[in-house]
């Protein structure tokens, strides 16, 4: 079973004040709600519809896209920047 305290630090609310409080809702709603065009924090931000998954229909993308694939510089996966002769495309 999961249990987040392994993998994060319990803080201490009590050490932070109302308005601390309301600035820090302000700016977590501001980073969930700004679009991206990053498959990865799309995800986390629950920006993305079913279709999006979906490698068959609307070129979405399949397990190895969103969880294993390398992404390159210009944010595709490195498959897709490499030609039939398996030379790396850089253009």
Known sequence: S???N??????D???FSESDRQRAERIAREIETTQTHNFHLAEERGQL???DYDK???NGYDEEDRYSGVLTANMKQRHEETDHSGAVNTT
């Open 49 to 51: 519809s079913q279709t």
């Open 13 to 15: 609310k009590s050490r």
């Open 56 to 58: 068959d229909e609307n």
């Open 6 to 11: 392994l993998y994060t630090t319990a803080l």
């Open 2 to 4: 999961f249990d987040e």
